[in-house]
């Protein structure tokens, strides 16, 4: 444990020196023009401090987002638009759902292409081009789409969710599911056993590490999916439309807080995946 602590801790503590530096080096011009206008002392310390004090800085400190968070998570209450637990929950909401759709998309499509070799032939090309189209341009395009058609809220963002985590999870499903042992599918035939068995009691518990991996990276590609989906729809809720508020008033502080948080939820989400994978593959006895 303390092997692994001590790596850690020092690359922390050298990425807190390097933030701190970055907000010195990048808010002293507005630090010292400020000082100047007030007729005060302008010396290096001087300066120093005022870029770290700055209510606007173009990078805060480490400091002022802890107490951005820690006002914000316990000076409300936690349905306030004003917590960011509120908006976290609004966006790990989206993310939760569309990772649901991708996850069932992701099972049927690598399901086809291992045992329709006229799929992979023909959908897996169209599945990896897909995603060469950049999330940013998709996005308002899907949200018109379902916006015309009367979908609104929740599915819109679910929908870019799904897009963005239904690849990783096909890849590694088309991997797991080819991972049975050969020998195992020769006997499962060797006893008549129909396509369908051999895939509820061999592929799929084949497949089940490949599953894991995969959604450890999907759950956290669709968070971003839906601070990205909230973007375009003007919402007033979830972690995107606080970034969005953030940037138009010049609340840098906010914005960063938003990050963080961002960060946060993604991490508790893949714990959860982790979790859920050591209960699972452990029942099974899965290494």
């Known amino acids: 444990m303390t092997k692994r602590a001590l790596p850690v801790t020092v690359m922390t503590l050298l990425l807190l020196a390097a933030w701190y530096i970055g907000a010195a080096w990048l808010n002293w011009p507005q630090a010292a023009e400020t000082l100047a206008r007030a007729n005060k002392p302008a010396g290096f310390a001087d300066v120093l401090a005022q870029a770290y004090a700055m ?11 802890v107490v951005e968070l820690w006002n914000s998570l316990t000076g409300y209450a936690p349905t306030s638009p004003r917590n960011l637990l509120f908006h976290a929950w609004v966006t790990a909401e989206a993310a939760l759902t ?3 759709m ?7 499509l690598a399901a086809g292409i291992v045992y329709t070799r006229t799929l992979e032939a023909s959908l897996l090309p169209w599945v990896i081009a897909s995603q060469t189209i950049p999330i940013l341009a998709i996005a308002p395009m899907i949200v018109v789409i379902l916006g015309n058609i009367g979908l609104t809220g929740l599915l819109p963002k679910a929908v870019i969710c799904m897009y963005l985590c239904f690849f990783p999870i096909t890849v590694g499903m088309v991997k797991g599911l080819r991972s049975a042992d050969p020998l195992w599918l020769d006997l499962m035939r060797t006893y008549s056993a129909s396509g369908l068995r051999a895939f509820w009691s061999l592929r799929l518990p084949a497949s089940m590490p490949f599953l894991f991996a995969s959604l450890k990276v999907s759950v956290a590609i669709s968070v ?9 729809t003007g919402g007033q809720a979830g972690l995107g439309a606080r970034l969005l508020s953030g940037s138009y008033y010049g609340q840098t502080v906010q914005i960063w807080a938003a990050l963080i948080m961002a960060s946060l939820l993604s991490v508790a989400l893949i714990a959860v995946v982790r979790g859920l994978e050591l209960v699972l593959l452990g029942r099974a006895g899965v290494r």
């Open 224 to 232: 971003v999916g839906a601070i990205v989906g909230e973007l375009p």
């Open 98 to 100: 569309g990772l649901a």
């Open 102 to 108: 991708g996850l069932a998309l992701g099972i049927l």
């Open 55 to 65: 209510k606007r800085p173009i990078l805060p400190t480490p400091d002022q987002v």
